[in-house]
């Protein structure tokens, strides 16, 4: 099978088509025909070798995690699921920008259902599950405000509309191209990053400072400085880790790894599928053009997610 591949940690525009042995189901398993994939940050960093230390990956490496598409094999004690499935998944190994790949049943693989295309199934699992966890661990309460750093991106779309669902009030960062949009999504307001201090334009908006902090981009001590939008007291929640401590009593909760619950990709399909959960695709690309999704998503801009469609029938 033709499949995106790199064969030692390496510069991204050394990856390529080619071939592979088709994967098999093992126990546990199904066998996915990928009809979709979609990239997410750690799809980069696995090829460059950025996390090698403590995400290493073995070469010959098939990239991608995000999948939607068609079971076809059901392996030992894979229970609930039959050939001809419909399914989008997360699969942490790699292997998504393939022709076939392989998930594991379990709470990171999900029946699609009628009324969510390929495309836009393949661009919830990762994103949308970080996004319900980092939700999740912070406790974020109805009656709270929420500023979401990074909120243009894979993560960030979901968690404001996850957040303004919950009944919290949500303040995004957003260039001006994109504030509208945001907006529509249920944010009550947006800072723009690009124009200036994200932190003095939300305490501007919000005086004491917001109950909530979620970073989706800065790191270390970056996020001691984003905690200062925080009020005395209030919480920062990060999938990137900073300071054990915070200044004024702002509590760190930092994810390592997201680990959904049972059901949690099964109700973000079904949101996305009767639109409850809005699921935007930046960018597709075919599948004999992946090395060109993985640079532009690397060099660009681009809002929410990029697809690769692999098998369009
Ligand atoms: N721990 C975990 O389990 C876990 C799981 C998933 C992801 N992650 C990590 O979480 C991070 C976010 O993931 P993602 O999938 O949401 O990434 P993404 O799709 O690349 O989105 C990042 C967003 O942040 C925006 N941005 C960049 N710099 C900004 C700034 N200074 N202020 C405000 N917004 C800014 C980007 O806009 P532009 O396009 O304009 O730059 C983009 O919209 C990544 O580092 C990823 O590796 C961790």
Redesign the pocket.
């Given at each position: 099978m033709k499949a995106l591949v790199s064969t030692e940690y390496q510069p991204l525009d050394r990856i390529s088509l080619a071939d592979r042995p088709k994967p098999a189901a093992g126990p546990g398993q199904v066998l996915v025909k990928v009809s979709a994939a979609a990239l997410?940050?750690?799809d980069l960093?696995l090829i460059t070798g950025a996390m090698k230390d403590f995400y290493p990956v073995d070469h010959p490496h098939v990239v991608g995690m995000d999948v939607a598409g068609t079971v076809t094999e059901v392996g030992p004690d894979a229970a609930g699921y039959a050939p001809g499935d419909q399914v989008l998944a997360f699969v942490p190994s790699g292997g998504t920008v393939a022709e076939y790949t392989v998930a594991t049943v379990g709470p990171r693989l999900a029946r699609r259902p009628a009324g969510l295309d390929a495309e836009h199934g393949a661009a919830i699992p990762?994103?949308g599950m970080?996004a319900v966890c980092l939700l999740r661990a912070v406790g974020l309460g109805a009656d709270e405000s929420l500023l979401v750093?990074?909120?243009?991106?894979?993560?960030?779309l979901y968690a404001v509309q996850l957040a303004t669902a919950l009944g919290a009030r949500v303040i995004a960062?957003a260039?001006a191209d994109d504030a509208g949009y945001v907006r529509g999504l249920g944010a009550a307001d947006t800072v723009d990053?690009r124009a200036g201090d994200?932190v003095e334009q939300t305490l501007r908006l919000v005086p004491g400072g917001v109950d909530v902090v979620l970073d989706?981009?800065n790191r270390g001590e970056g996020l001691a400085a984003t905690a200062q939008a925080a009020r005395p007291g209030g919480r920062l929640v990060s999938?990137?880790f900073g300071p054990a401590e915070l200044e004024r009593e702002v509590t760190p909760v930092y994810?390592?790894?997201?680990d959904p619950a049972p059901g949690d990709l099964e109700d973000l399909a079904h949101r996305a599928a009767d639109g409850r959960l809005r699921v935007e695709l930046g960018a597709r690309y075919p599948f004999d053009r992946a090395v060109d999704a993985v640079a532009d998503f690397a060099g660009k801009?681009?809002?929410g997610k990029i697809v690769i469609t692999v098998d369009a029938s």
């Open positions: 997410n940050p750690l960093a990762e994103s970080t750093i990074g909120a243009t991106g894979g993560i960030g960062t260039s990053h994200v989706l981009v999938p990137l994810i390592g790894s997201f801009h681009t809002r």
